[in-house]
Every structure is written in structure tokens, then in C-alpha cells.
């Protein structure tokens, strides 16, 4: 079993739709949680964090934590063209970090 | 806010040379420092991690190695590359904050073996 596992992809959803990516993991004292967007070619760029359970939102984008069930997952509102791109989930520690393979989701005009 | 610049961008090296890759950090004192590979399509792979000058953690066997020869500088280095090397080398920091971890990624270099 991977310690991060993402759900499988690929996702596509149609503009202005909600996309929902998934995430769960094995450690569980793990205490920080992360999404990153990257894009083709490009590095990991930070999008959320979340500590605690429960929801995070930061605009269009809500980080939702539920320990008791390892898991975690990032929802994407009025989903829009420029959001496609590979989305990874990311559990960092102190002085280790564990990234899961990623889901790549593409809206479509 | 801290700021991770790798150098080079890009590049091509034959096989059997070596390599030398470099990341420093701005904005930060005393960061976790990492190593990844993205081999193309693939998710990260974490190479090394360091919490301190001189202190190295290597999780995978390979033909590399790191060093840390100052808070806040980062190498990657090889004394003969591979053709399996080739792939996105993207150095990270982690800078703990009162709640948490936050780790943030330099922009990267592309190495193609030949």
C-alpha cells in the first residue's frame, strides 16, 4: 500500500462545474496537509493546506480533512480551463514529505 | 515568504559525466531542505531530505549523492550519470511555522542523459 494515494485519473469536468479530487493516507500521526497544482512542464505551485479536520476555503478552492478516515480532498468551485492541470497531494512532516502520483484533471470550455 | 532558485534550468549531459546541481533558499534560516525527481508523466520521487548543515537522509539507492554545506544551499551531485538520471529535478523547502509544515518548490531543472 502507497502511503499517499490519490484517486485515479483522469478527471474531466465541464466549465463552471464542481471538480472533486481525493487523497488518503496510511500515517496516521500525520499532522500537515497539502494540494499542489502543477502544470506541464512546470513545478509544484502550493494551493491549500489544511492542519485540523473539517473545511478549509480559500476562494474557489475548499480543503476538506477527516483524520478519523485519513483521507482529505480538494474541491474545485466554477471550475475553469486554466485549473487543468495535475493536482497532488502532498503529507509533510517533520523532515520527511510524501507526495502521492497526482490526478490530472482537465475543463473543458 | 521564502524563495527556492535552482540552477540550471536545462541540461543535457552524456553519460558517464558528472553532475553538479545547486539550490539556495532566500527569506528563511534553518529550512528542511529536499530533492525530488519527476521522471516525465510520473508523480514526485523524494531523493534526499537534510534538516541541518552536514545532515543528509538518502531514500533511494542510486548513483547520487547530496550535500548541505551551508543553512541554506543544497546540492545534488553525481560522479557518473545514467541514462535512468534523466527526468525534472525540483529542489524544496519546508519552512515550519507555529501550526504546521509549509513546503515550497523551486522552479526546477530538466537533465536529459544522452
Known amino acids: 500500500q502507497k502511503e499517499v494515494e490519490q484517486n485515479s485519473g483522469p478527471l474531466s469536468v465541464p466549465e463552471g462545474a464542481i471538480a472533486s479530487l481525493n487523497c488518503t493516507y496510511s500515517?496516521?500521526?500525520?499532522?500537515?496537509f497539502f494540494w499542489y497544482r502543477q502544470y506541464s512542464g512546470k513545478s509544484p505551485e502550493l494551493i491549500m493546506f489544511?492542519?485540523?479536520?473539517g473545511d478549509k476555503e480559500d476562494g474557489r478552492f475548499t480543503a476538506q480533512l477527516n483524520k478519523a478516515s485519513q483521507y482529505v480532498s480538494l474541491l474545485i468551485r466554477d471550475s475553469q480551463p486554466s485549473d487543468s492541470a495535475t493536482y497532488l497531494c502532498?503529507?509533510?512532516?517533520?523532515?520527511?514529505?510524501?507526495f502521492g502520483d497526482g490526478t490530472t484533471l482537465t475543463v473543458k470550455p | 515568504s521564502q524563495t527556492i532558485h535552482q540552477w540550471p534550468a536545462t541540461l543535457v549531459q552524456p553519460v558517464g559525466s558528472p553532475l553538479s546541481l545547486e539550490c539556495t533558499v532566500e527569506g528563511t534560516s534553518n529550512p528542511n531542505l529536499y530533492w525530488y525527481r519527476q521522471a516525465a508523466g510520473r508523480g514526485l520521487q523524494l531523493l534526499f531530505y537534510s534538516v541541518g548543515i552536514g545532515q543528509i537522509s538518502s531514500e533511494v539507492p542510486q548513483n547520487l549523492s547530496a550535500s548541505r554545506p551551508q543553512d541554506r544551499q543544497f546540492i545534488l551531485s553525481s560522479k557518473k550519470l545514467l541514462l535512468s538520471d534523466s527526468g525534472f529535478y525540483l529542489c524544496a523547502g519546508t519552512l515550519p511555522t507555529g501550526r504546521g509544515y509549509e513546503q515550497y518548490f523551486g522552479p526546477g531543472t530538466r537533465l536529459t542523459v544522452t
Open positions: 500515517d496516521r500521526g500525520s499532522q500537515s
Open positions: 489544511i492542519y485540523s479536520n
Open positions: 502532498a503529507v509533510i512532516g517533520a523532515g520527511k514529505s510524501t
